[in-house]
């Protein structure tokens, strides 16, 4: 099951930046997110229920934060 998902503004404008092979694995990453919201690893104190995905672009290590 997919889910929809909504960026903010200055997501978008940060994604504009992005070379063309670091936005292809940001995309597969939100694939990935939006088959299964509950990839990503649960913060607490402040963040709580802010979720947290980890994955790699260019030999660096990349999180994309998120909400269900």
Known sequence: MSH???TTNT???NIKGLF???KSALDAALKKIA???TLGEV???DLAGVLVYKFKSLDQQCLVAYEI
Request: no cysteine; proline share 13%.
């Open 11 to 13: 997501f978008n404008k």
């Open 35 to 37: 088959n299964e919201p």
């Open 20 to 22: 063309p092979n670091q």
């Open 4 to 6: 929809r998902l909504l």
């Open 43 to 45: 913060k607490k104190g």
